[in-house]
């Protein structure tokens, strides 16, 4: 691309706002949009936490993914003069009812990370309740906890990094939909706001999480499927419940999770990483968490914290996954015009490497070769039906 190359970016999640301070870093003319205002609610990119871990299993790619995006979100944290990462620490733990088969998502998790050269320890079951006083450890066959890992202050990061692209240079348009993407020759030339205006440009990046599905289409791009998860807190009577004494904990074959109460935070979140209903990401009723029964989430509290069993969950809230079939993210050219980069279906592990992907979708907008290998994420490529 010659000259200051004109960059609308649609969306401004943790994904739209990091890839726009990237690009007024480097110099293009910047405009980040958003129906809504930044970190909004419905957005999921908002909300206290978002965990950072390189638990993945036997994927040493998202592994490796995850150690750079933790040395990324720190070397951000320095630059924005804002604390975005609470390296609190993983505790990572498998069951006897799962029905994994003999090495589960803990223990592959904890061979994987051993051999790229991290030190987690491995802890005894027996032993996990008298480390972590919180925790029961019935049922426990696999501990590790691994200092490396915490949380991520998701709304705050975002609404910084719209605030780091604003001051780099971005415009900021705030309060208008993208309601199309404007095509000539095979090429985008613009956008099209919902008040009828056109903003043209050299290159379009489409963040829109979840609205994805009502863009992707025109783009030759399979959208994906929107699920509703819920997430709830649950009180944390004494400093047990609280980080350090309590790090972030997993049981990712169980989908149960969640993060240690801790400072501006009291209470313990608690979520269930399985991908619920499919619902319309715009449609309010469905997003109405007041009513919902949290059976997932009271028995795994029951069960994980005895000691709160039948203590009333609070704050249930309502947000959604943009899933993929195969749980991999969606960025590259699209198809059907290769200076439009789409960003999206982070099938609801994505808020920990925007620091590292963020980058690269800037360099795909400008024309460049991404700094790292975006192959796994090809918006073309096979999926399961
Ligand atoms: C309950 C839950 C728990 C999660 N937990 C974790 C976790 O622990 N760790 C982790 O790594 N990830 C987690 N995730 C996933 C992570 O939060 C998301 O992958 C990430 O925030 C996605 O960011 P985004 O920028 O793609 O989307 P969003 O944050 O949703 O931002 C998209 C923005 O685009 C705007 N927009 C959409 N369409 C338009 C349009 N047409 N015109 C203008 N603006 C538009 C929206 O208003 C919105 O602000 C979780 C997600 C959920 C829902």
Redesign the pocket.
Same mark, same amino acid.
């Given at each position: 691309m010659s000259g200051r190359p004109r960059v609308v970016v %649609?969306?401004?999640?943790?994904?739209?706002?990091g890839t726009a301070l990237e690009l007024a870093d480097a110099g293009a003319s910047v405009t980040l949009? =958003?129906?809504?205002a930044?970190g909004?609610e419905?957005?999921? @990119?908002?909300?206290h @936490?978002?965990?950072?871990r390189v638990e993945y299993g036997a994927d040493v790619y998202y592994t490796r993914l995850a150690a750079a995006a933790r040395e990324a979100w720190r070397a951000l944290e320095a630059r924005l003069g804002v604390a975005l990462y609470h390296e609190v620490g993983v505790l990572a733990l498998e069951t006897d009812d799962q029905a994994e088969g003999p090495v589960g998502w803990a223990q592959q998790s904890f061979e994987t990370v051993v051999g790229l050269g991290f030190r987690p320890e491995r802890i005894e079951p027996n032993d996990v309740s008298r480390r972590f006083p919180a925790i029961s450890s019935v049922g426990v066959r696999f501990a590790s906890f691994h200092a490396v890992g915490g949380?991520?202050a998701?709304r705050t990061a975002?609404v910084a990094l719209v605030e780091a692209a604003r001051a780099a240079g971005a415009a900021l348009c705030f309060g208008?939909?993208? %309601?199309a993407v404007e095509f000539s020759g095979g090429r985008a030339t613009g956008v099209r706001l919902e008040d009828g205006t056109s903003l043209p440009c050299e290159a379009v990046v489409l963040?829109?999480?979840?609205?994805?599905l009502?863009?992707c289409p025109a783009l030759g791009i399979v959208p994906p499927r929107v699920t509703r998860? %819920?997430?709830c807190y649950a009180p944390a009577p004494s400093p047990h419940y609280a980080a350090p004494a309590l790090p972030v904990f997993a049981e990712l074959a169980s989908g149960c999770?969640g993060v240690p109460a801790w400072r501006d935070e009291p209470a313990l979140k608690i979520?269930a990483?399985l991908p619920g209903p499919t619902i319309d990401p715009g449609d309010a009723s469905a997003r109405d968490a007041t009513r919902d029964t949290l059976d997932v989430h009271r028995a795994y509290v029951a069960q994980r914290f005895p000691a709160l069993a039948g203590l009333p969950l609070s704050e249930p809230h309502v947000?959604?996954? =943009?899933m993929t079939p195969d749980e991999h993210f969606l960025i590259g050219r699209a198809p059907a015009a290769a200076n439009v980069i789409v960003?999206?279906g982070?099938?609801?592990?994505?808020?920990?490497?925007?620091s590292a992907l963020t980058p690269a979708i800037a360099q795909l907008a400008l024309g460049e070769e991404p700094a790292i290998d975006l192959a796994r994420f090809r918006p073309d490529r096979a999926m399961p039906g």
């Open positions: %649609v969306g401004a999640g943790v994904y739209g706002a949009i =958003d129906a809504r930044p909004h419905w957005a999921a @990119s908002s909300g @936490s978002r965990v950072l949380f991520l998701a975002t208008q939909a993208v %309601v963040a829109p999480g979840a609205f994805a009502r863009l998860q %819920v997430i999770y979520a990483h947000c959604c996954y =943009d960003a999206t982070f099938s609801g592990h994505g808020f920990k490497f925007a």
